[in-house]
């Protein structure tokens, strides 16, 4: 109960779905017109993308109860093999051959953003044997819905340097190089990726890469059962 409230804490804190400016970008182009006095603005793409995704966070933090659905040992390999599938299905749809070119004219080197071999680590580090196969459970439709994708699954490592400390301080020392991702210089890999979707939000598709993020966060609620159920799916 603690631990959650400390979360929600450190939500409004970091105001993340609040509409507050993230650090070294102006939060909307402001378009004059001098005619009526009226200002048209345009969001920049990040800011979009958290408030019209604020929803489905709200409600995957209540499907999956983390952390304070894992309150023992074997829930928390469960969660690791859950989140290996998703991560490991994630990172092979993006690695897709037909988006090698657009990733690299937004500047995203995926090698940056992948996290399923720290789920592999963790896994091992319990004993516990990661699946080999990627499983086909999502589908991206184009590049702007990879994009979403991809905000997605790099914003989830935001949340999970909170969810890592508060697990261990729940149920003992359980190796947690996913939730902390220690060596992946934080925040690096988050900012590389707000950088790439400013850059892809002044020409491309961005209704696209908000429908991609939802989509990603439908799949992710689909595939972690609600913690009463053990999270298993
Ligand atoms: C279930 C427990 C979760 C908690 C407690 C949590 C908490 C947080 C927190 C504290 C942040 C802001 C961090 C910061 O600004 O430094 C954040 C951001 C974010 N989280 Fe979560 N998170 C959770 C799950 C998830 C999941 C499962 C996903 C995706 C599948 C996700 C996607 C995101 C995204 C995309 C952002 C970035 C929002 C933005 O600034 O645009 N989170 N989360």
């Not at 709200?58 to 983390?66: F, K, P, R």
């Not at 044997?129 to 989830?156: H, K, N, T």
Request: proline share 5%; net charge neutral.
């Amino acid at each position: 109960m603690t631990v959650l409230a400390s979360t929600a804490d450190v939500l409004r804190r970091s105001n993340v779905f609040g509409g507050g400016q993230p650090s070294g970008h102006p939060l909307v182009h402001g378009f004059g017109c001098s005619q009526g006095g009226a200002m048209h603005e345009v969001e920049e793409l990040p800011v979009r993308l958290r408030k019209e995704t604020a929803d489905l966070h709200l409600e995957v933090e209540a499907a999956t109860g983390l952390p304070g659905s894992i309150r023992t040992r074997a829930e928390y390999v469960t969660l690791l093999h859950c989140l290996h599938r998703f991560h490991q299905a994630a990172e092979s749809r993006l690695a897709d051959s037909k988006w090698a070119e657009q990733w690299a004219e937004v500047g995203i080197d995926l090698s940056q953003h992948r996290r399923a071999y720290l789920l592999e680590q963790d896994l091992v580090a319990v004993q516990a044997q990661a699946s080999r196969e990627a499983p086909d459970f999502f589908d991206i439709a184009d590049f702007p819905g990879a994009m979403g994708c991809l905000y997605v699954v790099e914003g989830s490592s935001l949340g999970g340097r909170v969810i890592g400390p508060a697990i261990r301080s729940a149920i003992g020392d359980v190796p947690t190089r996913f939730f902390e991702s220690a060596e992946r210089n934080h925040p690096s890999p988050w900012r590389s990726l707000k950088d790439a979707l400013l850059r892809f939000g002044s020409s491309g598709d961005t209704g696209a890469v908000v429908e991609g993020a939802r989509s990603t966060f439908r799949a992710f609620e689909r595939h972690l059962a609600t913690p009463r159920r053990g999270l298993v799916r």
